[in-house]
């Protein structure tokens, strides 16, 4: 260990209390989707009173089907924004991004939560709250690795970017905008949970809507009528004989192969019929599926809609025609695989071997959406996955631990030292 990296260490442990409470304070806001501009404000403050060069950008659909980055939406991004603070240096060093999201999905049943899911709590080294380890934690890790730089009493000699969006959990327009706009970095780093371990590939993925048309009677007369509900269960049905076939393509994929569902076909909303003794008109279900890096969306999308017009011929339950309808939306977006041997990987390696006692560094597969496939699969920039140890992320009870928390904001102040370079203030 360098001197340099002792002092950045040091800082790290002497602000974490602050850090701690600095997430707390995040974790409160229920940053749901379209709900975010108050967690907004707080980051753009906190990292205005920093020193940073603050951008707020609205969310931008206006480049949604022109703009590859981007996907359907089915909601208004009027009060959609995102922040960046910027720090711009001229020591001539290499540029980094970190790149988080403050938005969170809903509770699920938060009467089933120990404690209220915006409410944080703290029980031995769990934080607990919605948002506490997907992604609050990384994203204020981010801030508090670049504070302990500054109580260090050094600066960057790169440009450094602090980068909060929103609309990773649907459609990953927040970062589309950034990148659209132009903020972008020689490194995306960001802190997603993933266990101290960096994500070496993750999923395309594709989010649909699927409506059924029954025709809605009386259950005296059960035949005049057709349940939109059974259809809807005999559409997902089939729909799980693709999701078969699309696990079944891992097999010549290094690196899903091992995976038992990398592609994971999930019907996340159900709803239908108005009345419990009708048989029920309409039935609506949303879901995602996910395909291997390297794959265009659009391809995978034309094949769910080739396989759902087909059933429709062949399963005689559709038959009449038009009992099915498919929309896109969400998240229509390649998945990236981070090539080996980058410099930003060795550096990240490097660093994660000093707050690690010599560890190595475990590189995994994370089979989903993330917002670094953004700048990884449109600007070939190296994007780096690495955050805390969380647990329930999307479940219920979802926590972060402090420990790990810690030593990821260590990792992640020691990258940019190293990456950046640094000069004494
Ligand atoms: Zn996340």
Known sequence: MTSVQDRILNAVDRLFDDQVQFLEKLVRFKSLRNEEAAAQDFIAGALKERGFEISRLPTDASRIGIHPAFSPATVD?????NVVGRKVSTGGGRSLAFNSHVDVVPAGSGHRWT????????????LYGRGAGDMKAGLVASIFALDAIAEAGLSLSGDVQIQSVVEEEI???????LFAEGFTADVIVSPEPTDEQLVRANAGVIKFRLETRGRPAHPRDPESGQSAIDLMVRLIG???VLEQRWIAEREDKRW???LANPVALTIGTISGGDWIASIPSDCVAEGRIGFYPGEDPKVRAAEVEAFVARLQLEDPAFAGGNLVSLSWVGVMHAGYTLAEGT????TLRAVHAVTHAGAALDAYVMACYLDAAVFSVHGNIPSLVYGPV???IHGIDERVSLSSLKRVTKTLAL?????CGTRDV
Do not use: C, I, V
């Open 77 to 81: 991004y009027s009060d959609s924004w």
């Open 115 to 126: 404690s209220p899911p915006f409410e944080p709590r703290r029980e031995g080294d769990w």
């Open 171 to 177: 459609t990953g327009n927040g970062a589309a905008t």
């Open 238 to 240: 089939h729909l799980r």
């Open 256 to 258: 899903f192969k091992d």
């Open 343 to 346: 410099l930003a990987e060795d």
């Open 390 to 392: 969380s647990e329930n």
């Open 415 to 419: 990258f940019a030292a190293d990456w």
